[in-house]
């Protein structure tokens, strides 16, 4: 079961185009996280949503988390080939006296000059 | 600078082979995690530990066991290893309380033959 579901799987624009990922759930979460992997590394640590309703920027990168901390959503403005990458929404659970993160399946993009 | 390290990049093990993953944090993190990711399926939580000697089941723990004998090292271990392990494994480290924010090694990509 699939807890959380990330739209798009695939996603290729041109250098100044703008997107938005979608990262969606009937489960609450305490809060909401959301890496970047690129190819051969890792996942690296974007940013932390806690609040329902929060607006966090990085940058040209917006993360918003959904009032009823159910969903988020990741928008690049004016994206750039180096936002190209792997991008992972994961959500933290209470969970037996202490917790767990659920991640999405992600989200590829591909930015191309 | 944070920093997480595995054992190795790429490996190619036999079936039947018994085969170790080694992950070192520096961090001093209390919590330590095994991960597999595989194309379209996320990351997929095997086991994790949050304290020295302490394991707790992940999601797919099936075939797989666990070490922790130091606080900055976590140890994955596939007893017999098969083809359906094949997959990219991510070790990752995170403070003891929540929303057990991820710092992850660049992965082991290992073949089973």
């Known amino acids: 079961t699939q807890l959380l579901e990330q739209s798009p799987q695939f996603l290729s624009i041109q250098e100044g185009e703008n997107l938005t990922v979608y990262c969606n759930s009937s489960?609450?979460?305490?809060?909401l996280q959301w890496y970047r992997q690129e190819p051969g590394e890792g996942p690296v640590l974007l940013v932390t949503?806690?609040?329902?309703?929060e607006v966090k920027k990085l940058k040209r990168l917006t993360f918003q988390f959904g009032d009823a901390r159910k969903d988020s959503s990741l928008h690049i403005t004016a994206a750039q080939p180096g936002d190209t990458g792997l991008y992972l929404c994961a959500g933290f659970m209470i969970y037996n006296q202490g917790g767990k993160l659920i991640f999405g399946q992600g989200t590829e993009l591909s930015v191309k000059p | 600078d944070v920093k997480v390290t595995q054992s190795s990049r790429y490996l190619v093990k036999r079936t039947g082979e018994k085969v170790f993953l080694e992950c070192v944090q520096d961090m001093d993190h209390e919590n330590m995690f095994w991960y597999r990711q595989d194309p379209g399926l996320g990351l997929r939580l095997i086991y994790f530990s949050y304290d020295v000697k302490m394991k707790e089941k992940g999601d797919i723990p099936e075939g797989y066991s666990v070490s922790r004998e130091k606080k900055e090292r976590f140890s994955l271990i596939l007893e017999s290893a098969s083809t359906n392990q094949t997959s990219m494994y991510l070790c990752?480290?995170?403070?003891?309380?929540?929303?057990?924010?991820?710092?992850f090694g660049p992965g082991t990509r290992l073949t089973v033959t």
């Open positions: 489960s609450v979460f305490s809060s």
């Open positions: 990752a480290s995170s403070l003891g309380g929540p929303p057990y924010e991820q710092y």
């Open positions: 949503v806690v609040t329902g309703g």
